[in-house]
Antibody
Framework: EVQLVESGGGLVQPGGSLRLSCTAS????????MDWVRQAPGKGLEYVSA????????YYADSVKGRFTISRDNSKNTLYLQLGSLRAEDMAVYYC??????????????WGQGALVTVSS | DIQLTQSPSFLSASVGDRVTITCRAS??????LAWYQQKPGKAPKLLIY???TLQSGVPSRFSGSGSGTEFTLTISSLQPEDFATYYC?????????FGPGTKVDIK
């Protein structure tokens, strides 16, 4: 059974940093691209970042470019999102999702349960 | 960037109703479109990809159609568990944006 479990969410002050993790199981993690999608309270889904299966390519939404870094450790079946220079508008539930292929037409077929990031002083 | 719009934003319907949601793209995206269902407090769930391909395990009352710039998600006979918010997503290019969502509520 495919499972994605996020961790690392919490309360952080504006300007602060946080690292989210997403641990995968039930599939060959190193064969899949992975994505992060976020959802602010009461709002819709926002596509944040993607990384290729080997970690060699990454995409960032303009809203997070230069502040967030996506990475992965295929030996640990774990995806990461380093969040920096956090702003109030970054407060959201962050979901990791399995992507059929980087820069491809594959959908996000499995999602984690989400990690809440609260940005407040 | 490709923008997606959905209509309606909100839909009130009864069990057994046929429901249709429309997603429009700001430029042609061939059939590179997916539909997701999200219930409160839960992660989105993939329903349909490549505009019309049903994801494994999704009931056949869900169907998708369209290509280019106009797409539809149809629920042939609404069931109690279908009351949720539905999002389309374009998979043609980055950013792989989502539509703003359509909330389906109980009449």
């Amino acid at each position: 059974e495919v499972q994605l479990v996020e961790s690392g969410g919490g309360l952080v002050q504006p300007g602060g940093s946080l690292r989210l993790s997403c641990t995968a199981s039930g599939f060959t993690f190193s064969s899949y691209a992975m994505d992060w999608v976020r959802q602010a309270p009461g709002k819709g889904l926002e596509y944040v970042s993607a990384i290729s299966s080997d970690g060699g390519s990454a995409y960032y939404a303009d809203s997070v470019k230069g502040r967030f870094t996506i990475s992965r450790d295929n030996s640990k079946n774990t995806l990461y999102l380093q969040l920096g220079s956090l702003r109030a508008e970054d407060m959201a539930v962050y979901y990791c999702a399995r992507d059929g292929g980087y820069s491809s037409a594959y959908p996000l077929d499995y999602w984690g349960q989400g990690a809440l990031v609260t940005v407040s002083s | 960037d490709i923008q997606l719009t959905q209509s309606p934003s909100f839909l009130s319907a009864s069990v057994g109703d046929r429901v249709t949601i429309t997603c429009r793209a700001s430029q042609g995206i061939s059939s590179y479109l997916a539909w997701y269902q999200q219930k409160p407090g839960k992660a989105p769930k993939l329903l349909i990809y490549a505009a019309s391909t049903l994801q494994s395990g999704v009931p056949s009352r869900f169907s998708g159609s369209g290509s280019g710039t106009e797409f539809t998600l149809t629920i042939s006979s609404l069931q109690p568990e279908d009351f949720a918010t539905y999002y389309c997503q374009q998979l043609n290019s980055y950013p792989r944006a989502f539509g703003p969502g359509t909330k389906v509520d109980i009449k």
